[in-house]
């Protein structure tokens, strides 16, 4: 079998389980479900998946993926202002947030939707840092930055941003996520040694 055509089977197989979370609890479907959903045998399914588990992830990571893309796209415009390419990856945040809980089913049952909002910002922390780690070194060597533990950086800076996006966790007014926001921001500009309100463009996102 090609690559496009385990690519299309297993798109099947993601297609099947997005339409049955929109009825039923992830913890409610079978593998048995998801199989005659996509119209293949329930057999098939593990070899493009080693679980139930598994093929959530996947899902994750598919309807998420083109906003994340572009932020891995900006970690290479070396010509950008790392402070620049850090805004755009605050808005490629807000954009996937945004996708994601366009995707949520209204009424979900609140353990399943904490479940699947879990794996959603653990996909978008796992992703996102090495490439906001990787613009954080590129402004260090290029003297505009002055911070040793850049991947530390990058996390502390994910975690807020996760978590005030989603606004699950945490629920706030707008006006207590901008506050949130302008701290974190006030944090980036003492810790990377750059001037008050030098940072404040990243208010943009």
């Known amino acids: 079998m090609t690559d496009l055509q385990n690519q299309n089977k297993q798109n099947q197989i993601l297609d099947a389980l997005q339409a049955l979370l929109r009825a039923k609890n992830i913890q409610n479907i079978s593998v048995s479900e998801i199989a005659q959903a996509a119209g293949i045998g329930k057999g098939s399914i593990y070899y493009y998946f080693p679980s139930k588990d598994s093929i959530l992830d996947a899902l994750v990571e598919r309807n998420y993926e ?8 900006l970690a290479r415009q070396t010509e950008v202002s ?17 996708a994601f809980r366009a995707q949520e089913t209204p009424g979900a049952d609140v353990k399943e939707d904490a479940f699947i909002r879990q794996k959603y910002m653990k996909h978008l922390i796992s992703e996102m840092k090495p490439v906001l780690t ?27 941003l996760t978590v005030k996006l989603d606004n699950a966790l945490a629920p706030s007014d707008p006006r207590e996520t901008e506050e949130t926001i302008l701290g974190l921001i006030s944090l980036l500009e003492k810790g990377t040694e750059n001037p008050e309100g030098s940072l404040n463009f990243l208010m943009t996102w």
């Open 82 to 98: 790392p402070f620049t390419r850090m805004a755009m990856i605050f808005q490629a945040c807000r954009n996937s947030s945004s």
């Open 66 to 73: 083109k906003p994340l893309e572009t932020a891995k796209n």
């Open 134 to 160: 990787e613009i954080i070194q590129q402004g260090i060597a290029q003297g505009q930055i002055r911070f040793d533990h850049p991947a530390a950086l990058a996390e502390i800076v994910l975690i807020v």
